[in-house]
Every structure is written in structure tokens, then in C-alpha cells.
Nanobody
Framework: QVQLVESGGGLVQAGGSLRLSCVAS????????MGWYRQAPGKQRELVAG???????TYRDPVKGRFTISRDNAKNTVYLQMNSLKPEDTAVYYC?????????????????WGQGTQVTVSS
């Protein structure tokens, strides 16, 4: 069964860096658009950064210039490099991906979410 697994979260001081990774595995699939979302306590989940199958990227304004999203299609992996972290970046970060999944004789575009990884930035 296809799943997304994130890693790389943790506790870091303000100004520090973290690199999140998300690997898609299981089944037969190809990757389309991928992205990272985050959800802070009491707030709605929001898109942080996205990357298309053609490597076009988009970023939420507060993270522009500090975060970089990238992908390695050979490894079915999307990364989020986070630099100059601020306390307001504290949240659970979720990987999201549109995958074209083979089921039987058919191909289905399906949206997947990872389980989330906690990022905590101390002041």
C-alpha cells in the first residue's frame, strides 16, 4: 500500500536549520505535485511550499527566502530545507503528494498525506 513517511523534525533554537524528508513507498506509482503543509496548535493546516512535477515551486510568504523545497524523483522523495527558523514556524509539518497509482489494470491519481513530523523552534 502506498504511503508517505516524513522524517527530520525536531527541536531547534531560533536561527537554526532543519531538513525534512518525505518518501513515498509501496505499490506502483509515479509522483506528480508534492508539497509541505503545517498545522500549529489551534490553527488551520496551511500550505508551506509546493513543487510541481516540472519542478515549479511555490512558497507561503512568511517562509520565502528561508525555506527551499526540492524533490528527487528517482528516490520518490521531497525535501524541505528550513533555514533561519523562527518560533512561529513551530508546528506539525505534513507531506502531501498527488500520486498516479496503478491498481489492477487502471491508473488512478490519488492524494496522500504523511503522518506528520513535529518541528519546534525555541526562542
Amino acid at each position: 500500500q502506498v504511503q508517505l513517511v516524513e522524517s527530520g523534525g525536531g527541536l531547534v533554537q531560533a536561527g537554526g536549520s532543519l531538513r525534512l524528508s518525505c518518501v513515498a513507498s509501496g505499490g506502483t506509482f509515479s509522483t506528480n505535485a508534492m508539497g509541505w503543509y503545517r498545522q500549529a496548535p489551534g490553527k488551520q493546516r496551511e500550505l508551506v511550499a509546493g513543487i510541481s512535477s516540472g519542478d515549479t515551486t511555490t512558497y507561503r510568504d512568511p517562509v520565502k527566502g528561508r525555506f527551499t523545497i526540492s524533490r528527487d524523483n528517482a528516490k520518490n522523495t521531497v525535501y524541505l530545507q528550513m533555514n533561519s527558523l523562527k518560533p512561529e514556524d513551530t508546528a506539525v509539518y505534513y507531506c502531501n503528494a498527488d500520486l498516479t497509482v496503478r491498481r489492477g489494470s487502471g491508473l488512478y491519481i490519488t492524494n496522500f498525506w504523511g503522518q506528520g513530523t513535529q518541528v519546534t523552534v525555541s526562542s
